[in-house]
């Protein structure tokens, strides 16, 4: 009966010796305490609300770092174009020089043309994350014109009306658009802007095609052709100081070619070719009549690419249980042709390079402007930085005392548990030991006495 007992007893302690020095390994193994909610449920729940704010912490330095790389392209492309404006300035210098002939101002002022179209060619190519931050929101895109390959399809003839509207919106960074028109005898006339009012080539407002649509002068084509609905912004007012009527010309970075109107020498055909263009353009043909016309393109800009998105982009410097996330905005710096009021300027004569370095001037000081603000929102996001890093620091070391194993503590405890769990063993064996001795010594004595 003792020895029944006494091995029960064996059994439930040797159970309860097996879990401690189970669960012992087991925290050593995983460097955990809880390794489950039975092991501390409270501790459970607030390790888990750690574990959150931890990786919220890591994946807002991930943003911030994003932002940072957002900020230094646009801050790149800004550098390339103030060194631009500055080699524009010293053209202009040069050519308010008395001592320069026609010939070597109209040197200069090809060099100048050129950098006027790399300077708007850095505006419309500085892309980061899928966004354009040196162009406005405005100069990308038309809501109420169609492109010119929603219009037409590539290299077929077809007919169309024509009126006072806008047919075809053409972006920028689009190569070798060519448009032949056959007005039917009615005298329709192709006709490009900038979607600012800028008129490029077409023919002037004096025409009989503006005319007969009620325009003659730029009042009345400000009320009521240059509207949002034909693709033109809201402060649109007419220009024509460069408006090619014939011929080829490097428009503030549109390189165009124009037949011109050719219908009073009884050429019904009108033929336009836009090898490239550096900004937005839209296409109208003016008239009352009725016209056959092929658009062709080798490309078109944004095409088969990516749509960008519009609007300032806003990083995520703190996001709090509670409190909520805060932003770091970084708004948009458009620093294109028109934006730093560039478009038109030439080197042609003094009075045109004095107007031309006066502009300069002022694109400069834009410029300047806007790689500050970059440089400030760089600043701030790195401080964003450096302060999530404390904050990261001090909730992973709470996270820490809550859920890490006390390695001391632990081994402690184990070999405790293998030592207690050895003299059991040791103690069964001897008992068992005793137990056999005890029943041979009844069974002799049973023998003996049968």
Same mark, same amino acid.
């Given at each position: 009966?003792?020895?029944?007992?006494?091995?029960?007893?064996?059994?439930?302690?040797?159970?309860?010796?097996?879990?401690?020095?189970?669960?012992?390994?087991? @925290?050593?193994?995983?460097?955990?305490?809880?390794?489950?909610? =039975? &092991?501390?449920? %409270?501790?459970?729940?607030?390790?888990?609300?750690?574990?959150? !704010?931890?990786?919220?912490?890591?994946?807002?330095?991930?943003?911030?770092?994003?932002?940072?790389?957002? %900020?230094?392209?646009? /801050?790149?492309?800004?550098?390339?174009?103030?060194?631009?404006?500055? @080699?524009?300035?010293?053209?202009?210098?040069?050519?308010?020089?008395?001592?320069? +002939?026609?010939?070597?101002?109209?040197?200069?002022?090809?060099?100048?043309?050129?950098?006027?179209? =790399?300077?708007?060619?850095?505006?419309?190519?500085?892309?980061?994350?899928?966004?354009?931050?040196?162009?406005?929101?405005?100069?990308? $895109?038309?809501?109420?014109?169609?492109?010119?390959?929603?219009?037409?399809?590539?290299?077929?003839?077809? +007919?169309?009306?024509?009126?006072?509207?806008? #047919?075809?919106?053409?972006?920028?960074?689009?190569?070798?658009?060519?448009?032949?028109?056959?007005?039917?005898?009615?005298?329709?006339?192709?006709?490009?802007?900038?979607?600012?009012?800028?008129?490029?080539?077409? *023919?002037?407002?004096?025409?009989?095609?503006?005319?007969?649509?009620?325009?003659?002068?730029?009042?009345?084509? /400000?009320?009521?052709?240059?509207?949002?609905?034909?693709?033109?912004?809201?402060?649109?007012?007419?220009?024509?100081?460069?408006?090619?009527?014939?011929?080829?010309?490097?428009?503030?970075?549109?390189?165009?070619?124009?037949?011109? &109107?050719?219908?009073?020498?009884?050429?019904?055909?009108?033929?336009? *070719? #836009?090898?490239?263009?550096?900004?937005?353009?839209?296409?109208?043909?003016?008239?009352?009549?009725?016209?056959?016309?092929?658009?062709?393109?080798?490309?078109?800009?944004?095409?088969?690419?990516?749509?960008?998105?519009?609007?300032?982009?806003?990083?995520?410097?703190?996001?709090?249980?509670?409190?909520?996330? &805060?932003?770091? !905005?970084? *708004?948009?710096?458009?620093? *294109?042709?028109?934006?730093?009021?560039?478009?038109?300027?030439?080197?042609?004569?003094?009075?045109?390079?004095?107007?031309?370095?006066?502009?300069?001037?002022?694109?400069?000081?834009?410029?300047?402007?806007? @790689?500050?603000?970059?440089?400030?929102?760089?600043?701030?996001?790195?401080?964003?930085?450096?302060?999530?890093?404390?904050?990261?620091?001090?909730? +992973?070391?709470?996270?820490?005392?809550?859920?890490?194993?006390?390695?001391?503590?632990?081994? %402690?405890?184990?070999?405790? %548990?293998?030592?207690?769990?050895?003299?059991?063993? +040791?103690?069964?064996?001897?008992?068992?030991?005793?137990? /056999?001795?005890? $029943?041979? $010594?009844?069974?002799?004595?049973?023998?003996?006495?049968?």
């Amino acid at each position: 009966m003792l020895s029944v007992t006494g091995n029960y007893q064996s059994l439930g302690l040797s159970t309860l010796q097996n879990t401690a020095l189970s669960t012992r390994l087991e @925290r050593l193994s995983s460097g955990l305490r809880i390794n489950s909610a =039975a &092991d501390d449920s %409270a501790g459970l729940q607030i390790s888990n609300r750690l574990a959150s !704010e931890k990786r919220a912490y890591t994946q807002l330095n991930r943003n911030l770092n994003d932002g940072i790389s957002y %900020a230094q392209i646009a /801050e790149g492309g800004l550098q390339e174009s103030a060194a631009i404006l500055q @080699r524009m300035r010293q053209l202009a210098i040069q050519s308010q020089n008395g001592i320069n +002939s026609v010939s070597d101002r109209a040197a200069l002022d090809k060099e100048f043309q050129q950098l006027k179209n =790399a300077l708007n060619g850095i505006a419309y190519n500085t892309d980061a994350f899928n966004r354009l931050p040196l162009v406005d929101d405005s100069d990308l $895109l038309s809501a109420n014109v169609p492109s010119i390959s929603d219009t037409f399809t590539n290299g077929v003839n077809q +007919s169309m009306t024509s009126g006072l509207r806008s #047919i075809a919106y053409i972006p920028a960074g689009s190569t070798n658009i060519q448009i032949n028109l056959n007005d039917n005898g009615a005298n329709d006339d192709i006709q490009v802007f900038t979607v600012d009012g800028k008129h490029l080539a077409g *023919t002037p407002l004096s025409a009989g095609t503006w005319n007969s649509n009620g325009i003659s002068n730029s009042t009345s084509i /400000e009320s009521t052709f240059f509207l949002p609905t034909n693709g033109y912004e809201p402060t649109a007012s007419y220009d024509d100081s460069n408006l090619l009527t014939i011929g080829s010309a490097t428009i503030d970075g549109n390189s165009i070619s124009f037949t011109g &109107d050719q219908n009073a020498s009884g050429n019904l055909n009108e033929t336009l *070719t #836009i090898a490239s263009n550096a900004q937005p353009l839209i296409i109208s043909v003016i008239g009352s009549g009725a016209f056959n016309v092929t658009a062709s393109w080798t490309s078109l800009g944004n095409e088969g690419g990516p749509t960008f998105t519009l609007g300032p982009v806003d990083i995520t410097a703190t996001n709090q249980l509670g409190v909520g996330t &805060d932003f770091i !905005e970084l *708004t948009k710096t458009p620093a *294109t042709l028109t934006d730093l009021g560039l478009d038109g300027t030439s080197l042609q004569n003094e009075s045109d390079a004095e107007s031309a370095l006066e502009r300069i001037d002022s694109a400069l000081q834009s410029v300047s402007e806007s @790689r500050a603000f970059y440089g400030a929102k760089i600043n701030q996001m790195a401080s964003a930085i450096r302060n999530n890093a404390i904050g990261f620091e001090n909730i +992973s070391r709470a996270h820490s005392q809550i859920t890490d194993a006390d390695f001391a503590s632990e081994t %402690a405890l184990l070999t405790q %548990a293998q030592i207690v769990e050895q003299a059991s063993i +040791s103690v069964r064996a001897q008992a068992k030991s005793s137990d /056999e001795q005890v $029943l041979g $010594l009844l069974n002799d004595t049973v023998n003996q006495s049968a």
